[in-house]
């Protein structure tokens, strides 16, 4: 993507956005991440989604050790130009590290969170 | 909600949580805000998603203005706990503040940004 279309962006104090991944036919929404530009430039180049780890402070290379890429379809930007959103299809069918199709599995349920969504795939199986 | 149900989300330094708000039927991802703890209880009680509003340092009972609300059908969690999904009726069928459906209506095109959907009404209209 052009330098320009990086510099329009709004980054926050850390040089970050927050991402959304969804699924670019079920439009079921996969899981929440952050970028960089550089993650944003190799998500681009590769067509695949790279996001920046905070926790390890380095890129992530999405299904690097899972194998569950995102091939993405579509990137789109927001009004305020601050939050990116990736339509994608997830490898694997499995985009939560607890081996659930979406991350969003905790619904709000008579006040408290209940899980609503099963394990596919045991993490010990997609990490071990 | 419970107060264990607030309790056990990860708020972040600010005492904020990210919010993606989506259509409850079509999946469409309508907007991206924040919420602190009294904003996600607000939404809960009334049924009407409730934000925190960071340029303005208020609670924002979002269509205030405009009369564009969101109905809530669904809270959702994520894995980390510090993601909010909001599923919801968006009332006018009108999110962002630009008239469109949905805020996020820059796709990029051979990388650059282009826009990709309709004003639906003139936001002089809105909220003149």
Known sequence: MSQAAL????????????????????GEILMF??????????????GEAVYWSRSRQR????GESSGHTQKV?????DCDRDVILLKVEQ???????????????????EGDWKVVTPVLKNPSDIYG
Chains 1, 2 share one sequence.
């Open 73 to 77: 379809y579509e990137v789109r930007v």
């Open 33 to 46: 991440a952050w970028m960089n530009r550089e993650a944003l430039r190799e998500t681009v180049e590769r």
């Open 59 to 62: 890129l992530w290379h999405k």
């Open 91 to 109: 490898m694997g069918g499995i985009a939560c590290h607890t081996g659930r199709a979406s991350c969003f599995f905790n619904r709000l349920e």
């Open 7 to 26: 510099d329009t962006l709004v980054w926050n104090d850390d040089g970050l956005l927050p991402v959304i991944a969804q699924n670019h036919v079920t």
